[in-house]
């Protein structure tokens, strides 16, 4: 079970940074939301078992992207969470272009690390694009239908709101990358997309009682 101590572990202090980054300001928040997508993509490849199943390490990271893209919508307003979105979609055309620029150099006599960054780097041409493709139909229906609710319920049921469209966009999340992203390249692709999609849910399960918990008791 060591696997899943250091899942709700890694959920635990990806909450506590979100929390932190939201009580530091908005772009502290804004700024926490960009490296989640990048760390999402640079993690996704790691193929781990949970609770018995194979599944990839990054899911974590995309549910704590959406929560905070979420925030930023709650407390602030749709520019603010439009602008997080765009920024994360920047910011994955860097690391993508840097990836690249990081291939290209020969390495020395004395190098040990580049066939280890050739291993990790050579999927991120394809990571990235299918990441930009995934993030951005569903980061932005997602905050389309955030609003939408938010405005129906009057800022009520918080918690509701945002669990509703996270897990309904994350499932549409999971099938667009995993189907663009890591098909050839995991072993069990049916699996990966069933597996991951459960973990997604119960990362939001996790995440949202803490951030709901926090935003009650210690209010700006």
Known sequence: MFNEFIFLLHILVVSFFLILSFYLGKNFLFAFVCLQGVLANLFVLKQIYLFGFEVTSGDVFIVGS??????????????TANGA???SFLFMIVFLIMSIFQLAYTPSFHDVTNASY???????P???GASLVSFLIVQL???KLYVFLQNFFKRKFFF????FALILFQFLDTIIFS????????????????VSFAIKLLSIFIFCPIIIFFLRFFKK
């Open 141 to 143: 229906l997602e905050l």
């Open 66 to 79: 959406m929560v905070g893209i979420n925030l930023l919508q709650e407390f602030y307003d749709s520019k």
């Open 126 to 128: 394809r990571l990235i």
């Open 118 to 124: 050739l291993d990790i780097l050579k999927f991120a």
């Open 85 to 87: 979105i765009l920024g």
């Open 179 to 194: 189907f663009l992203g890591l098909a050839g390249i995991v072993f069990d692709l049916k699996a990966i997309i069933f």
């Open 160 to 163: 509701l709101r945002n669990g």
